[in-house]
Nanobody, 117 residues
Framework: QVQLVESGGGLVQAGGSLSLSCAAS????????MGWYRQAPGKQRELVAD???????NYADSLKDRFTISRDSGKNTVYLKMNSLKPEDTAVYYC???????????WGQGTQVTVSS
């Protein structure tokens, strides 16, 4: 059972920055794809960004100018740097990991990000 441990959420004022990190309990190989989703109250979970083991990135169009995803493939750790945060970025942010041969994606427990106006 793959475990994902997230850290870095919290409260920040609009215009500020936060960084999230997520470490997978996997050693010996680099997970194909890791990334972040978020879910705001009353809304569906949506993709924020993800990144392959080779470093190819994919962003939600509305976030690519403010958010940056990166990873340490050797440690199976993924990071999300969020700049110029807005109140509408308030959500629970979930880390996920997907690899060929896995029946389903692995998910973290979620970390709350709250942006005050």
């Amino acid at each position: 059972q793959v475990q994902l441990v997230e850290s870095g959420g919290g409260l920040v004022q609009a215009g500020g920055s936060l960084s999230l990190s997520c470490a997978a309990s996997v050693t010996g190989f680099s997970i194909n794809r890791m990334g972040w989703y978020r879910q705001a109250p009353g809304k569906q979970r949506e993709l924020v960004a993800d990144i392959t083991s080779g470093g190819s990135t994919n962003y939600a169009d509305s976030l690519k100018d403010r958010f940056t995803i990166s990873r340490d493939s050797g440690k199976n750790t993924v990071y999300l740097k969020m700049n110029s945060l807005k109140p509408e970025d308030t959500a629970v942010y979930y880390c996920y990991a997907r690899n060929s041969g896995w029946l389903r994606a692995a998910w973290g427990q979620g970390t709350q990000v709250t942006v005050s106006s």
